[in-house]
């Protein structure tokens, strides 16, 4: 019985002993030798200390003047991810059933996962710059971004959910001779669309942010009006800008979660 | 014997009653209204948006063949992105601890730390990782400083909330039983509370270093260090080929740190 201790040990993070400090040692070495090859210029941060300061100084008190601007930059920021997320959610449909591995063929599968891959590898602001060059500056390049930055989620999400249906409905539904179309909308549907709906809501939401920093590059909305001010070192508005774009990702992640709520 | 539609009054099968139905079409229509309002009142130039494919198809026809001249020095800056997600991220670990612990409600010591964590976590998640960057590049200037500090102060609230979740679901009866004996607030934190949000903490931090991996390739286009520099460089000289071997770049590096942090994830939860 007894074990020759009498105090109890935590057991440790990795059984294997040789394991656990070969662990160990290769993140000390890997911190260690990149912390010190980093080209930081120390004399830089230090000025950077006293430059926070002007900053912050020349940001308080925030300022409201141009709310014109910022009610503009909005809306615009607002429509940007309304039209965005109608369009990335019809899109993600289609693509979500040839992701799913149990209603497409094998090939149609691979097509499907590799647009999801591709759509959710990039970043909302890459994708934007190449819009932005391709399409012109302003809000369309902003939807167009969305639109992928939806797909990449939605899509991803609901072809999940595809794949976890109950198969007896469609089955049900074949045996009765339905065709392709009636069993989609009676057996495949009402299965994925509270999912759906949840998943749009809270891709609204996330469009709404998103739209904020896109604009930085050019894609229209409130980012555009965030990035001039902070190019004209209007430290104020931009604080400004700041507050509001938080304010309305508080009430807007407020909103989302109330429906969200309900619908469940 | 009745039939079923003698019984319930109509010999169709609905889904919903009539009331839901108005209800559905409310919605739809309200939907409808606000897509409307949103795509006339919208400031867009509308022949742009019929050339648009046309002038896609022109980009992707100029990216290829993708260029790999400068591949050294991709992988060089790429390098340099991987360096920015991993040290942000395991700063950010080690600062929202002590967040975490103020802002779970039944470790904070008072009402007012409470407020001060939550505070931290709302306005570390509110403001995004670029617009923290654009600020830290102007105080600290443009490289890795700013985009570390910046990848830093947007993980903070993403890890404190999570993991403050989690403290505030723990059983709190080891904790009674280590304060039963007299143990220290040290270690009933030691050996109560870490032990049981040990999963969740690791889970939080390998996927915030997922996350962290993807938002590192932008924090360059402000001038914060990593790969974006060089895709900028590459998209003001319109040098497109090279563009696309930087986007291919980036595609291989989210799809590793996926397979890398799916690994973790198994070896360790």
Redesign the interface.
């Known amino acids: 019985m007894s074990s020759g201790r009498d105090t109890w040990t935590k057991p440790p993070f990795i059984a294997n002993t040789a394991l656990r400090w070969a662990v160990y040692l290769g993140a000390i070495a890997y911190f260690g030798w990149v912390g010190l090859n980093m080209p930081i210029d120390w004399n830089r941060v230090a000025e950077g200390i006293g430059r926070a300061g002007k900053i912050f100084g020349g940001a308080f008190p925030p300022s409201f003047e141009r709310k014109d601007l910022l009610i503009d930059g909005f809306l615009e920021s607002l429509k940007i991810a309304i039209l965005a997320t109608a369009g990335g959610v019809l899109l993600s449909i289609p693509i979500a059933f040839m992701a799913a591995s149990n209603m497409a063929p094998r090939p149609i599968f691979y097509l499907g996962r590799a647009i999801i891959i591709i759509a959710r590898s990039f970043h909302p602001v890459i994708v934007a710059i190449l819009f932005v060059k391709a399409v012109g500056f302003g809000p369309f390049a902003g939807v167009l971004t969305l639109i992928i930055y939806s797909i990449g989620f939605v899509a991803k999400m609901l072809a999940e959910r595809i794949e976890e249906i109950d198969f007896g409905q469609v089955e049900a539904l074949r045996a009765a001779g339905a065709p392709y179309l009636p069993t989609l909308f009676y057996a495949i549907f009402p299965q994925i669309m509270p999912r759906q709906i949840g998943l749009t809501i809270y891709q609204l939401d996330s469009n709404l942010r998103a739209s904020a920093v896109v604009g930085l590059v050019g894609a229209g909305g409130i980012g555009a009006t965030l990035a001039n001010a902070f190019g004209r070192y209007d430290y104020d508005f931009a604080l400004a800008i700041t507050i509001v774009i938080v304010g309305v990702i508080l009430i807007s992640e407020a909103i989302s979660g109330i429906i969200r709520k309900r619908i469940q | 014997m009745t039939s079923l539609s003698e019984q319930f009054g109509r010999d169709e099968w609905a889904?919903f009653t009539a009331k839901q139905r108005m209800q559905r079409y409310a919605i739809l229509l309200g939907?409808g209204i606000?897509?409307a309002?949103?795509?006339t009142?919208?400031?867009?130039?509308w022949p742009?948006?019929w050339?648009?494919p046309e002038?896609?198809g022109?980009?992707f026809g100029r990216m290829y063949p993708p260029d790999p001249s400068n591949l050294g020095s991709i992988l060089s800056v790429l390098w340099d992105t991987v360096?920015i997600a991993?040290?942000a991220t395991?700063f950010a670990v080690l600062l929202s601890l002590p967040v975490a612990y103020i802002s779970a409600q039944n470790t904070t010591p008072n009402r007012a730390t409470l407020w001060l964590g939550r505070l931290i976590l709302?306005?570390s998640r509110?403001?995004?990782t670029?617009?923290w960057a654009?600020?830290f590049v102007?105080?600290?200037?443009p490289?890795?400083?700013a985009g570390i500090i910046a990848i830093m102060f947007r993980s903070i609230g993403f890890i404190g909330k999570l993991l403050g979740e989690a403290i505030e679901e723990i059983d709190k009866r080891p904790v009674e039983a280590l304060e039963a004996t007299g143990a220290s607030r040290f270690k009933v934190i030691i050996?109560a509370i870490v032990?049981q949000v040990m999963p969740t903490f690791w889970a939080v931090a390998i996927l915030r270093w997922d996350i962290n991996l993807?938002?590192s390739?932008?924090l360059g286009?402000?001038g914060a260090g990593g790969i974006?520099i060089v895709?900028?460089g590459a998209?003001d000289t319109f040098n497109w080929p090279e563009v696309a071997t930087i986007?291919l770049a980036?595609?291989v590096l989210?799809?590793i740190g996926e397979v890398v942090s799916a690994f973790l994830r198994r070896r360790i939860l």
């Open positions: 889904r939907c606000v897509i309002w949103a795509l009142s919208i400031e867009v130039i742009w948006v050339g648009a002038q896609i022109d980009l360096n991993t040290f395991a709302v306005t509110s403001v995004n670029i617009i654009l600020l102007a105080i600290f200037g490289g890795v400083v050996y032990p993807r938002e390739t932008v286009l402000v974006g895709l900028q998209i986007l980036i595609i989210v799809i």
